[in-house]
């Protein structure tokens, strides 16, 4: 079983940055891919980012240019780099980690682990 404990979150204006860590503590050592989910009142939760173990990554479009994301496979942490904050970017962000042996990015909404979630806000 994988924790994850993210941090971050908070309030920005349109413009500004914020970066996102998620810790992930239990049994890590299997950890193939993590990412970040984010989700608003009445819709599905959404990939935002993705990482695998060998460093292939996968973004939103509309998070694109913007977003970064990166890990640290020794510390089991993953980050989420936000510049260029939109207010539609407001949402609960969720990080997640997924043990299965296979690095798929696709596959980690359905298998992962996940955080309790960090809220961002982004006033106009």
């Known amino acids: 079983q994988v924790q994850l404990v993210e941090s971050g979150g908070g309030l920005v204006q349109a413009g500004g940055s914020l970066r996102l860590s998620c810790a992930a503590s239990?049994?890590?050592?299997?950890?193939?891919?993590m990412g970040w989910y984010r989700q608003v009142p009445g819709k599905e939760r959404e990939l935002v980012a993705g990482i695998t173990s060998g460093g292939s990554t996968n973004y939103a479009d509309s998070v694109k240019g913007r977003f970064t994301i990166s890990r640290d496979n020794a510390k089991n942490t993953v980050y989420l780099q936000m510049n260029s904050l939109k207010p539609e970017d407001t949402a609960v962000y969720y990080c997640a980690a997924d043990s299965g042996s296979a690095q798929s990015i696709a596959r980690m909404h359905d298998a992962a682990n996940w955080g309790l979630g960090t809220h961002i806000t982004v006033s106009s």
């Open positions: 239990g049994d890590t050592v299997c950890i193939s891919t």
